[in-house]
């Protein structure tokens, strides 16, 4: 079945930078179009960074433009999320999926940007 695992997030200060992961199986993931997802409290998930099968093609949420970078790697599986210049509005729990997502989500990885 499909399974995506996050893992990377926790606590920085603003300004601050993180490295979030997610490895990936059940399905063949070279095939589709990945992104990385949050949730902040009270508000819907959002998509905030895409990147096509091949690794070429990527596009961002304007709030993380030039801030985040996405990359993956297909023979590994996993897709990659690289945050700088992080700010308190970024805080949320991040989730990995292929565009359009899974039915099925992971439990995510909680960022934090708080002095």
């Known amino acids: 079945q499909v399974q995506l695992v996050e893992s990377g997030g926790g606590l920085v200060q603003p300004g601050g930078s993180l490295r979030l992961s997610c490895a990936t199986s059940?399905?063949?993931?070279?095939?589709?179009?990945m992104g990385w997802y949050r949730q902040a409290p009270g508000k819907e998930r959002e998509l905030v960074a895409r990147?096509?099968?091949?690794?070429?093609?990527?596009n961002y949420a304007d709030s993380v433009k030039g801030r985040f970078t996405i990359s993956r790697d297909n023979a590994k599986k996993t897709v990659t999320l690289q945050m700088n210049s992080l700010k308190p509005e970024d805080t949320a729990v991040y989730y990995c999926?292929?565009?359009?997502?899974?039915?099925?989500w992971g439990r995510g990885t909680q960022v934090t940007v708080s002095s």
């Open positions: 990147i096509s099968s091949g690794g070429a093609g990527t």
């Open positions: 059940g399905w063949i993931f070279s095939t589709s179009s």
């Open positions: 999926n292929k565009i359009p997502p899974h039915d099925s």
